[in-house]
Every structure is written in structure tokens, then in C-alpha cells.
């Protein structure tokens, strides 16, 4: 059985620090691509960040550049996301996917998502 479990979220303030891990099981975890996704209230989901299946982060949204670092660890079957100088514009569920291609597929892998509230 697949499962993708996120965890880490909170609540943070503004310029705080948060890690997302998500912990893969159920597959081959180090022949897929590990993505993270966030949801913000009204708003589509948007793609965060890829790590190729050989560990090369690519893809950062341009509001996340330089701010969120997205890395794996394919001995543990896990992802993880640092969230660093955090906005409240970061305020989102935030998903872990996984897929065999870096563009999304319906047959993609997700998690129920975590939540991330930057809010003073």
C-alpha cells in the first residue's frame, strides 16, 4: 500500500523556520521524483519544488527561491522541505507527491498534506 505521511507543519511567525518531512513507503522510493505542492485557502494548488530521482532539487517556485530547500534521503524513504525567512503569503496545506516523471500525472502518488500558518 502506497502511503506519503507530511509532517512538520505548525504554526510560525513571520521570519521564522520550518522542516516538512514526508515519509514514503509502499514503492520504489528511489525511482521516483519527490515533489512538494502547496494549497493556500482559494487558491489552485501550486507546484514548490522537485528533486529528481538522482537528488537534483530543481523547479522552485520564484516566490520560494532562495528560501526553501527541497532534499531527500533514499536510504530512509524520505523528503523533506526547509522553509526558512517564512511570509504569511506562505500560509498553505502543503502536499508531498511523488511521480515518475517531473511533470504531473494523474497517476501520481499524494499525501494528505500538512499545514503551514505564518502568522504573528
Known amino acids: 500500500q502506497v502511503q506519503l505521511v507530511e509532517s512538520g507543519g505548525g504554526l510560525v511567525q513571520p521570519g521564522g523556520s520550518l522542516r516538512l518531512s514526508c515519509a514514503a513507503s509502499g514503492f520504489t522510493f528511489s525511482s521516483y521524483n519527490m515533489k512538494w505542492y502547496r494549497q493556500a485557502p482559494g487558491k489552485k494548488r501550486e507546484l514548490v519544488a522537485i528533486?529528481?530521482?538522482?537528488?537534483?532539487?530543481?523547479n522552485y517556485a520564484d516566490s520560494v527561491k532562495g528560501r526553501f530547500t527541497i532534499s531527500r534521503d533514499n536510504a530512509k524513504n524520505m523528503v523533506y522541505l526547509q522553509m526558512m525567512s517564512l511570509k504569511p503569503e506562505d500560509t498553505a496545506v502543503y502536499y508531498c507527491?511523488?511521480?515518475?516523471?517531473?511533470?504531473?500525472?494523474?497517476?501520481?502518488?499524494w499525501g494528505q498534506g500538512t499545514q503551514v500558518t505564518v502568522s504573528s
Open positions: 507527491n511523488a511521480g515518475t516523471t517531473v511533470r504531473s500525472r494523474p497517476d501520481d502518488y
Open positions: 528533486i529528481t530521482i538522482v537528488g537534483v532539487p530543481t
